[in-house]
Nanobody, 123 residues
Framework: LLQLVESGGDSVQAGGSLRLSCVASGGTFSNYCIAWFRQGSGKEREAVAAIGSTGVHTFYADSVKDRFTISRDNAKNSADIQMNNLKPDETATYYC????????????????WGQGTQVTVSS
């Protein structure tokens, strides 16, 4: 069974950048769409970006377009998200998740989740 582990969370000032990584083990990573979600304190979980199994197709929430870039390297079983110009309200725990059925920003089908990595953006 595929397992996911995120890393790269940190504390940054507004306007700063972070790169989060999601490394997979125990399964065929290239069979899955990978998405990044986030959940801030007292907020609902929201999808931030997703990338298809081959890396050709990407999807972004409107709030992060032109600032965040999702990528993957199937040879390394990893998927990253580069986050630029971070804002304080993007403070959240960021999770990567895998979907064997479809790809997009909807939560349906994301059956495998990592434990999350904390991103804190200060003003």
């Amino acid at each position: 069974l595929l397992q996911l582990v995120e890393s790269g969370g940190d504390s940054v000032q507004a306007g700063g950048s972070l790169r989060l990584s999601c490394v997979a083990s125990g399964g065929t990573f290239s069979n899955y769409c990978i998405a990044w979600f986030r959940q801030g304190s007292g907020k609902e979980r929201e999808a931030v970006a997703a990338i298809g199994s081959t890396g050709v197709h990407t999807f972004y929430a409107d709030s992060v377009k032109d600032r965040f870039t999702i990528s993957r390297d199937n040879a390394k079983n990893s998927a990253d998200i580069q986050m630029n110009n971070l804002k304080p309200d993007e403070t959240a725990t960021y999770y990567c998740a895998a979907n064997p059925f479809r790809c997009g920003l909807g939560g349906s089908g994301y059956e495998i989740w990592g434990q999350g990595t904390q991103v804190t953006v200060s003003s």
